[in-house]
């Protein structure tokens, strides 16, 4: 049974930097494609971005490329969210997420579907203020 645990996120305003960890315990993720995900206020999640095991391929929503950077590091379980020049739309509790078990090829046609995903961190909240 894998556990993803997400840092804590935090407040800065329009502009600023922050960069989410998630970390898996109980099982490795790397034979695992990984996401982030987020929720703002009053929105459904929507997808952000995602990375194959291996990093091989990645692929963003189309606001925040250029600005947000994920990456995975395999030895220490640790799926990372670099976010850059953030706007006020960014705002939202952010999730990582893990593929489910089952074939990996359909990764590429599914990776933004929530139901793609078994295990989910708890969330953390982004805030930007303008």
């Known amino acids: 049974q894998v556990r993803l645990v997400e840092s804590e996120g935090g407040s800065v305003h329009t502009g600023g930097s922050l960069t989410l960890f998630c970390v898996a315990s109980?099982?490795?993720?790397?034979?695992?494609?990984m996401a982030w995900f987020r929720q703002g206020p009053g929105k459904e999640r929507e997808f952000v971005a995602a990375?194959?095991?291996?990093?091989?391929?990645?692929w963003y929503i189309d606001s925040v490329k250029n600005r947000f950077r994920i990456s995975r590091n395999d030895r220490t379980n640790t799926l990372s969210l670099q976010m850059n020049n953030l706007k006020p739309e960014d705002t939202a509790v952010y999730y990582c997420a893990r593929a489910a078990d089952g074939d990996r090829s359909d990764f590429y046609d599914t990776y933004k579907n929530t139901d793609r995903y078994s295990a989910w961190g708890q969330g953390t909240q982004v805030t930007v203020s303008s």
């Open positions: 109980g099982r490795g993720i790397e034979e695992y494609g």
């Open positions: 990375i194959t095991w291996g990093g091989g391929t990645i």
